[in-house]
């Protein structure tokens, strides 16, 4: 049974009626250009089969009551909250997705009415695969569209300004410091496809990806260790980039190129130059890999993964023990190219494998993770899928 279905069916036994509109977004995996968002660079994400849908039906008071059903196989409903009353750091956990989109849309002007709301979701959480941008981005287009201003209708937000509410609820309510790359992945990317995105431009380019169709698949290792941007080092790691183009007097890393690095350092702490280093050479790197794939050369973007992962690691320091042996184990197995995606400090893995090779890669990763006594990882294969819809 689908996620959507699910959602719709638990939304009526729970309220005793149908919702009015199951709306659902996927989570994703970035190929490459990891960091490189909220400095105004290239990213290359694709979203994954794993989605979460959010049934709604309006109330006639003026609450905010958020069900959703958890990994226990129960129902968890949220405190009920008054929508005139929302501010930021309040609710915590999982009820602040839907609140601080509700106070997004708010801020932005949309007269958001009382709501039933229930999730179901499959995206794995703590996993690095954006679970909390795809609830949320399936939040905004439920409310959006019950409101009247869904996708295409007139007067409704594009989906790069409902990419920057979504980024505002993340930003300044939740208390994420994220950039725009998974919310735009999950709200725009489509089968079969990998999304070249832009962040600067807002230029995005649907670049074919169909690696079964070249012997080869695209392999999700999830750790099980669990991360959080709003307590890890991301934030630190950001401040530091916004530093960096201070003092380099640039208005962001995407401004300054590979060839201009030896006279950038000159102007920076040391503490800063690995941070500047690793977002000017991703921001390369996505470039090169867009241009093998439009040529089809899906295997020969496996050297720039490896090379993303050592820059993630020893640059911008953001890897830990699982994620370095998932890739370690599944390129000494025969991957072609691995490294983390996703913010770091935990999450998934991917890895570039011949679809023939799959179950040594498989075998080799479980085995590299025992050897360590570390919890065994997930492993699926991810396929381009469909971004954000509207399911009923």
């Known amino acids: 049974m689908s996620v959507s279905t699910r959602a719709a069916e638990l939304f009526a036994a729970e309220h005793g009626r149908a919702p009015s509109a199951v709306w659902s977004a996927p989570g994703r995996v970035n190929l490459i250009g990891e960091h490189t968002d909220y400095n105004d660079g290239f990213v290359l994400p694709m979203a994954i089969p794993h989605r979460v849908a959010v049934a709604i039906g309006p109330r006639d008071d003026r609450k905010l009551v958020a069900t959703t059903w958890g990994d226990d196989g129960e129902l968890h409903q949220a405190d009920e909250l008054v929508v005139d009353d929302l501010r930021p750091g309040s609710p915590t956990g999982w009820p602040a997705f839907p609140a601080g989109v ?72 939740v208390g994420a410091p994220t950039g725009l790359l998974d919310q735009t992945a999950s709200l725009r990317c489509v089968e079969s496809r990998v999304l070249f995105f832009d962040v600067r431009s807002g230029d995005a380019e649907q670049v074919p990806f169909d690696p079964r169709g070249a012997g080869l ?124 995606t996703g913010g770091g400090f935990g999450g998934s893995a991917i890895a570039l494998i011949p679809t023939a090779d799959r179950a040594r890669v498989e075998s080799a990763v479980r085995a590299a993770f025992a050897e360590r006594s570390l919890a065994e990882p997930r492993v699926f294969i991810a396929i381009p899928s469909a971004g954000a819809g509207r399911d009923r």
């Not at 999730?119 to 939040?139: E, F, K, M, N, Y």
């Not at 905004?140 to 996708?151: E, I, Q, R, T, V």
């Not at 890890?232 to 916004?242: I, V």
């Open 102 to 173: 509700a106070w997004a849309l708010r801020e932005a002007g949309h007269a958001v009415p009382g709501l039933d709301l229930l999730i179901v979701g499959d995206v794995p959480t703590g996993a690095g695969l954006s679970s909390s941008h795809a609830l949320q981005c399936a939040l905004a287009l439920a409310m959006l569209d019950h409101l009247g201003l869904a996708p295409g209708e007139p007067g409704a937000p594009s989906l790069a300004e409902i990419a920057r509410l979504v980024q505002r609820s993340e930003n300044d309510y």
């Open 217 to 340: 698949e695209l392999l999700v290792i999830d750790t099980r260790a669990k991360h959080s941007h709003s307590e890890s080092g991301y934030g630190e790691r950001r401040k530091g980039c916004e530093r960096a183009a201070e003092l380099l007097e640039v208005k962001a890393l995407r401004d300054i190129s590979a060839a201009q690095l030896p006279e950038a350092n000159e102007k920076l702490p040391d503490e800063l130059q690995p941070l500047v280093k690793h977002v000017v050479t991703e921001n390369e790197r996505v470039l090169s890999a867009v241009e093998l794939l439009r040529s089809g050369g899906y295997a020969e973007i496996g050297p720039l993964l490896n090379a993303s992962h050592a820059s993630l690691r020893d640059d911008y320091r953001v890897s830990c023990l699982e994620l370095d042996v998932a890739v370690d184990a599944a390129v000494q197995a025969g991957a072609l190219g691995a490294r983390m």
